[in-house]
């Protein structure tokens, strides 16, 4: 299973998610073991001391663990709906640089979505995205908890 065209997924951003978009939240990488999203730091996405701010940083976290949700019901074509139920976030680090930020529970994602498509029950899920700068140092982890729920027709 893998999502090949980044590009695509890019413009996705662009057009639902344009805050995400603006401060430089961009889909990098996606294997069968990890979703990894970036933003570097610039003006645009700064806070008052000189890095990174933390909402920006879980923009991009957040997407990290979503990407194989929005996959995996886009694939089973069934009405599936996300939604956020609760966030935690350790910041470790100033964020300065490029961030990325690696989820790698795409099974979990998978079978999450899966099982809330074959019980009709809400089903969910916590996700976890590590940021690292670019000295591979630990800047901050967000903890999602996702809960799916198969709609009714």
């Known amino acids: ?19 995400a978009w603006w401060s430089g939240v961009r889909l ?30 879980g923009m991009a976290a957040e997407l990290s663990t979503a990407v ?9 074509k069934q009405a599936v709906s996300m939604l ?9 680090k100033k964020a300065k640089g490029r961030i990325r930020f690696h989820c790698t529970q795409v ?5 999450s979505v899966n099982q809330a498509i074959e019980s ?10 590590i940021g690292t700068d670019p000295s591979g140092d630990i800047v901050s982890e967000f903890e999602f908890e996702w809960s799916l729920k198969k709609k009714l027709k």
């Open 68 to 76: 194989f949700l929005m996959w995996t019901i886009k694939k089973s």
């Open 28 to 57: 990098t990488k996606v294997t069968d073991q990890l979703v990894e999203v970036s933003v570097k730091h610039r003006w645009f996405n700064q806070n008052p001391f000189g890095s990174m701010f933390w909402a920006v940083q």
């Open 120 to 129: 009709g029950e809400p089903v969910s899920v916590k996700l976890k995205s």
């Open 1 to 19: 299973m893998r999502l090949t065209n980044l590009n695509s997924f890019n413009t996705y951003i662009y057009f639902k998610l344009p805050s």
């Open 84 to 92: 956020v139920l609760k966030n935690q976030a350790i910041f470790k």
């Open 107 to 111: 099974q979990a994602a998978v079978d």
